[in-house]
């Protein structure tokens, strides 16, 4: 069964980090692109940083540049998302995600990268004093 599951979210103050994680099974993480997107209260879902396979394509947004990190760690079959200098406004659930079968590389507009497939629950991370 093909499974992305995230964790390491939770309370954090302003200016504060957090290590999310996102552990895959059902599949080599190594062949596929793989994403994080978040969903603060009230707004759309939104890309935040998305890195393809091996030397492919990434993307980040500009919101969070300087300050958020996606590591891959195909060997062990999964990826972090290292957020630093946190801000209230970026409360909200957090997502991993990946591409669809036999696609390695995101496509990347002006909106950040494409994702129209399925969402996990997420991993809720709370910027708040």
């Known amino acids: 069964q093909v499974q992305l599951v995230e964790s390491g979210g939770g309370p954090v103050a302003p200016g504060g980090s957090l290590s999310l994680s996102c552990a895959a099974s059902g599949f080599a993480m190594a062949d596929y692109a793989i994403g994080w997107f978040r969903q603060a209260p009230g707004k759309e879902r939104e890309a935040v940083i998305c890195v393809s396979s091996g030397r492919g394509n990434r993307y980040t947004s500009d919101s969070v540049k300087g300050r958020f990190t996606l590591s891959r760690d195909d060997a062990k079959n999964t990826a972090h998302l290292l957020t630093n200098t946190l801000k209230p406004e970026e409360t909200g659930v957090y997502y991993c995600?990946?591409?669809?079968?036999?696609?390695?590389?995101?496509?990347?507009?002006?909106?950040?990268?494409?994702?129209?497939?399925?969402w996990g629950q997420g991993t809720q991370v709370t910027v708040s004093a």
């Open positions: 995600v990946k591409t669809p079968r036999g696609v390695s590389r995101w496509s990347v507009g002006t909106a950040g990268c494409y994702y129209s497939g399925l």
